[in-house]
């Protein structure tokens, strides 16, 4: 189909699929949800203090804006809930009273004005925030020196970074203590928080599975919408819309919407291409509920129907994922199941063409924190998304899935999405409207 042409049959659809969505763009039954109780992080900061046992950690929030504003980095709102740049927590373990100390940066009253008014310092901030003791950044340097007096150890517990990067800022002030105070030592703890979060709580479950359950309907938004002559953006359009609808307030990470030659492009980002006839479509995406991440892929035919070439590999992929999935247990390793579908593939004829790693932890992060080398434990949260992308055919195929590890096996999260090529045919066929 010529660009024109394209164009043309874009606009038509465009029209009767949007008045669909439209019509059925009701706003959210409930606001999406807040931070947990402040008591939640609490227990979470005195889990962390109990494994420290003394001394002190630092922590700086990395938060960063995008398009939806601040988003709060994982660890740092994972011990404190609080989404606000600049903040820095302290866990000071030994000490008889403030053993969790908070410190917020200085007021703007000019900044402010553009941005909204920040609560003052005062009993009603400590309540909110749980924290007993709450000062601005400025007081940081000499409340650390006093408390360091007590104790000669200071816990490195931020995420690593490369020896070319920046030296992060908690590194910087300890170089800055250990320089005027004799006798201080540095401990990697590095391992703990990846640790701590990699095993979900139920009440973070809950909220993943709202996710989920967005993400499965954008996929069925999307099932209802894939067709030649429609652009992938409005593909990613409509999947942002059920996003929203379910309550989530932004996706998880950037939406891959990639038909054709784009569906072999792994994190392909534009959407800026037509749907061609007889074209694979690649749907990776996830809802960001609460601040928890989903992330579920499936591979659609434009024309709903795959061709005999496409099948054959679509069940290649479906193959290799349902073996791992069903090894999926307490005690088993990532790079085990890595392994198994690289064996599968291979005896396919497709070894060459499965090019990334088998899954990853979800979470606060769609790439959430983990320890990979160590075994997998009842309440993690994996994917497993094993695909074959062939550029020479423009032939791009992923299966991606959630999988909870529970005491003696493992709970498929995303269950009620079709994944066989039959299932997917049908769901397709159900979805669309009639032309």
Known sequence: ????RAGAATVVLGVALAATLLASADPPAQPPPGPFPAEVYRERRERVMKELGGGIAVLHARGE???DGYRQDSDFHYLTGIDEAGAVLVLAPAER??????????RDPEAERWTGEREPLGHALRERTGFDRVRRSGSLGGELAGLVQAGDTLHVVNRPSGP??????????????QARIPGLTVKNQMRLLPALRAVKEPRELERMRVAIDA?????RAAARTIRPGVEENWIESVIATEFKKAGAVRPAFGSIVGAGDNSTILHYPDHDETIEPG???VVDIGADYGRYAADVTRTYPADGTFTARQ???YDAVLRTQEACIRMVRPGVYMEDLHAEAERILRAAGFGDYFIHGLGHYVGLDVHDAGLRREPLAEGMVIT???GVYIPEEALGVRIEDEVLVTAKGSELLTAELPRSADEIERMMAAERPSE
């Open 97 to 106: 009273l403030h053993r969790h100390r908070l410190y917020l940066a200085p």
């Open 279 to 281: 074209a694979l479509v």
């Open 164 to 177: 070319d990067s920046p030296l992060p800022p908690e590194q910087e002030l300890y170089a800055k203590l």
């Open 1 to 4: 189909m010529t660009r024109a």
């Open 384 to 386: 497993v998304e094993p």
């Open 311 to 313: 099948r054959e590999v």
């Open 65 to 67: 804006e995008d398009r």
């Open 215 to 219: 993400t499965l309907a954008a996929h």
